[in-house]
């Protein structure tokens, strides 16, 4: 996958665990904490990807290495929210 990939899946899926938090109100974010959800995403996505296949998990583009990027950026939006709040 490349880095426009990662920054599309990590930053909509971080974004988006960060909105649907149990909870958590609707209110207005500023421009740098939605900045900190899409690098974090981005990054937690990329890392998924370079440690799955590092570890001979799958290789570049199977589903297995998309799905792994969403999960991580999934919970790596979580994380960050939750520190957030």
């Known amino acids: 996958m490349g880095f426009l990939a990662f920054l599309l899946i990590g930053g909509v899926v971080a974004w ?3 909105r649907f938090y149990p909870g958590r109100a609707w209110r207005k974010s500023t421009f740098t ?3 900190t959800l899409v690098l974090s995403g981005l990054l937690a ?3 998924a990807s ?13 589903m ?3 799905f792994s990027a969403i999960v991580a950026a999934w919970l790596a ?9």
């Not at 370079?50 to 199977?62: N, P, V």
């Not at 939006?77 to 709040?85: A, D, N, P, S």
Request: positive net charge; aromatic residues 12%; glycine residues 14%.
């Open 16 to 18: 988006s665990a960060s």
């Open 33 to 35: 904490q939605f900045l």
């Open 45 to 47: 996505a990329g890392l």
């Open 50 to 62: 370079y440690a799955g296949q590092a570890m001979g998990l799958f290789q570049s583009g199977q």
């Open 64 to 66: 297995a290495e998309w």
């Open 77 to 85: 939006g979580l994380l960050v929210t939750v520190i957030r709040k």
